[in-house]
């Protein structure tokens, strides 16, 4: 069954840097785009990045531009996002998302989150 493991969430300050990490099993890691999202306190689940299956191209919200990265090792079936400048509008708690291919139907799958807060 797919399976998504975020870590690498934590306290830090304002304007430091984390990077997040995402270990992905039970499906073939390298023909799906992979996403993260983020969800703050009272507030909708959002978009924060997506790469493509080879790592080709990638997308960022608005709000995280020139300071988030998305990356991934096909080799080690992981997804990254750098953080870095964080701000404390960016405390959430950070998802690792994907959707794979069953016999007919396309599933939506979540990882369980990783906390993020930005507080000095």
């Known amino acids: 069954q797919v399976q998504l493991v975020e870590s690498g969430g934590g306290l830090v300050q304002p304007g430091g840097s984390l990077r997040l990490s995402c270990a992905a099993s039970?499906?073939?890691?390298?023909?799906?785009?992979m996403s993260w999202y983020r969800q703050a306190p009272g507030k909708e689940r959002e978009l924060v990045a997506t790469?493509?299956?080879?790592?080709?191209?990638?997308n960022y919200a608005d709000s995280v531009k020139g300071r988030f990265t998305i990356s991934r090792d096909n080799a080690k079936n992981t997804v990254y996002l750098q953080i870095n400048s964080l701000k404390p509008e960016d405390t959430a708690v950070y998802y690792c998302?994907?959707?794979?291919?069953?016999?007919?139907?396309?599933?939506?799958?979540w990882g369980q989150g990783t906390q993020v807060t930005v507080s000095s």
């Open positions: 039970g499906f073939t890691f390298s023909r799906y785009a």
């Open positions: 790469i493509t299956s080879a790592g080709g191209s990638t």
């Open positions: 998302h994907c959707k794979v291919w069953g016999s007919l139907v396309l599933s939506s799958y």
